[in-house]
C-alpha cells in the first residue's frame, strides 16, 4: 500500500460526489471505485483521448451519419410498425447469398469476433441501440 497526499480542485470532488456517497464520504474507495470504471471505459480504446472521443461523440454522430446514409442511398428510414411486422414475418426465412454477400463482406469477416463486432457497430451508427452477443 502507498500513502499518497492528493490534491483536487472543487470541480473534480463534485464528479467523484456518487462514489462518495456510495462510499460513504471514503474518498480512498471513492477513487478506487473511479478507477474501475476509467479500467472499463477505456477497454478498446488505445488512449484516453480516443475513449474520451467515442463517449463524447457517439451521441452526436448518430444523426450524421444516419443522414448521410439516407442521403447516399444505402439506407432508407422505415417505421417501427413496419420494421416489426418485416421482422415477425421472415422469421425464420432463409436469406439469400447475394444479399449475405452485399451485407457482410466475406474478405473482411473471418470469425465470429469479427461478425459480431461489424454487426454491433453498424447498429450503433445506424442508432439502434441494439448489441448482439453470441455465447458458444
Known amino acids: 500500500m502507498i500513502r499518497k497526499n492528493v490534491s483536487m480542485e472543487d470541480e473534480y470532488l463534485q464528479k467523484l460526489q456518487p462514489f462518495l456517497d456510495k462510499n ?4 480512498s474507495a471513492a477513487i478506487r471505485d473511479a478507477i474501475e470504471l476509467a479500467d472499463a471505459a ?3 480504446h488505445e488512449s484516453v483521448e480516443g475513449a474520451l472521443e467515442h463517449f463524447t461523440q ?3 454522430k448518430y444523426p450524421e451519419i444516419r443522414n448521410s446514409l439516407i442521403e ?5 428510414l422505415i417505421s417501427q410498425l413496419s420494421f416489426r411486422w418485416l421482422i415477425e414475418n421472415t422469421d425464420g426465412i432463409l436469406v439469400d447469398d447475394e444479399l449475405v454477400s452485399e451485407l457482410f463482406n466475406p474478405y473482411k469477416i473471418k470469425n ?3 461478425l ?14 441494439i448489441e448482439v452477443s453470441v455465447s458458444s
Open 112 to 114: 465470429v469476433s469479427d
Open 42 to 44: 477505456l477497454q478498446g
Open 116 to 129: 459480431l463486432e461489424y454487426i454491433n457497430a453498424r447498429s450503433r451508427n445506424m442508432g439502434w441501440g
Open 72 to 76: 447516399s442511398g444505402e439506407c432508407i
Open 24 to 27: 460513504n464520504g471514503n474518498l
Open 58 to 60: 457517439s451521441s452526436t
